[in-house]
C-alpha cells in the first residue's frame, strides 16, 4: 500500500483547467490523451495517428466544442459507460457535429439518448472480451460480464452496470472504469484481476470513496489518477446520492 500512495499523482479536473493531458507519451509517440474539465462529468479522448476515441460525453454540448478544439472531425469509436446524464448529456451534439463509426453502450437507454443510439449504425451494446484495435491503439471492455447481458442492467444500478473499458498502447495502459462503484469492481476483481494494471487510472465515480477503493489502487497500481468532479461537490469523501 506504502509503495502505491508514494508514486501516485492525483489530478484533479474541475477547478482550474479545460483539460488535462496525460500518460507516458514520451516514449508513446503519437498518443495523446485527454480528459476535459466539464464540471461533475466525465468526458476523455484518445486521439492517435490513426483512431479517435471518445470515452463519455460530459452533461452537454460544451463536450462538442472541446472536441472541435482538439482537432476532431470524426470519431471512430464512441464509448458510453453508463446512461446518466453526466456521461451522456453532450450525446446529442457530438452526434449532431461528428460522424460516428462506432459507439460501444451497456444498459438501457431511453428517451433522447436511446433515440440517438437507435440513429447510429454502428451501435452495439458490448460486454466484457469485446475487443477492438485500431492501428495500434487497442480498446477492452472488462465490465458488465456477458451473463449479466448488456442491457439487464435496472435504474437502480447502471453505475455498477458501467463499461470498463482498458486502452492499451505500446506499453502504455490506462482504465476508464465509468462509475463502477463496490459490486461492479467486485465482478471486475473476479473476472480481470489479474489484467488491471494501468498507468492512468480515470478515478470512478468522480473520485468517491465507493469509486476508488484501497483495493482498485493496489490492483490497478497507477502513476497518475484523474478525478473528474465540480467544484465544491457535494461528496466530499463520501457519496451522498448517485450521480
Ligand atoms: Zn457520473
Known amino acids: 500500500m506504502k509503495c502505491v500512495l508514494v508514486t501516485l499523482v492525483v489530478l484533479v479536473l474541475g477547478s482550474c483547467n479545460r483539460e488535462i493531458h496525460v500518460g507516458p507519451q514520451s516514449s508513446q509517440a503519437g498518443l495523446r490523451?485527454?480528459?476535459?474539465?466539464?464540471?461533475?462529468?466525465?468526458?476523455?479522448?484518445?486521439?492517435?495517428?490513426?483512431?479517435?476515441?471518445?470515452?463519455?460525453?460530459g452533461h452537454n454540448g460544451q463536450t462538442a466544442q472541446l472536441l472541435r478544439q482538439e482537432g476532431v472531425t470524426h470519431i471512430d469509436l464512441l464509448i458510453l459507460s453508463h446512461a446518466h446524464a453526466d456521461h451522456i448529456g453532450?450525446?446529442?451534439?457530438?452526434?449532431?457535429?461528428?460522424?460516428?463509426?462506432?459507439?460501444?453502450?451497456?444498459?438501457?437507454?431511453r428517451g433522447r439518448?436511446?433515440?440517438?443510439?437507435?440513429?447510429?449504425?454502428?451501435?452495439?451494446?458490448?460486454?466484457?472480451?469485446?475487443?477492438?484495435?485500431?492501428?495500434?491503439?487497442?480498446?477492452?471492455?472488462l465490465h458488465p460480464e456477458a451473463e449479466d447481458g448488456p442491457e439487464r442492467n435496472a435504474p437502480t444500478d447502471v453505475n455498477d452496470g458501467s463499461v470498463v473499458v482498458k486502452a492499451i498502447y505500446g506499453e502504455s495502459r490506462f482504465l476508464y472504469p465509468g462509475d463502477c462503484e463496490l459490486g461492479c469492481w467486485e465482478q471486475v476483481f473476479r473476472a480481470h484481476r489479474s489484467e488491471l494494471r494501468?498507468?492512468?487510472?480515470?478515478a470512478a465515480h468522480h473520485g468517491s470513496s465507493n469509486g476508488t477503493s484501497s483495493g482498485v489502487l493496489i490492483n490497478v497500481r497507477p502513476q497518475e489518477v484523474i478525478i473528474s468532479c465540480g467544484r465544491n461537490n457535494e461528496y466530499g469523501g463520501r457519496v451522498k446520492s448517485r450521480v
Do not use: M, N, S
Open 33 to 57: 490523451t485527454t480528459f476535459f474539465d466539464v464540471g461533475q462529468a466525465d468526458a476523455a479522448l484518445l486521439k492517435t495517428p490513426e483512431a479517435t476515441v471518445v470515452i463519455d460525453t
Open 198 to 202: 494501468a498507468d492512468v487510472l480515470k
Open 90 to 109: 453532450g450525446l446529442a451534439a457530438i452526434a449532431k457535429r461528428f460522424p460516428i463509426a462506432e459507439l460501444w453502450y451497456a444498459g438501457r437507454y
Open 113 to 141: 439518448a436511446g433515440a440517438i443510439v437507435r440513429t447510429i449504425p454502428g451501435a452495439v451494446p458490448v460486454t466484457a472480451g469485446k475487443v477492438k484495435t485500431l492501428g495500434r491503439l487497442t480498446l477492452e471492455v
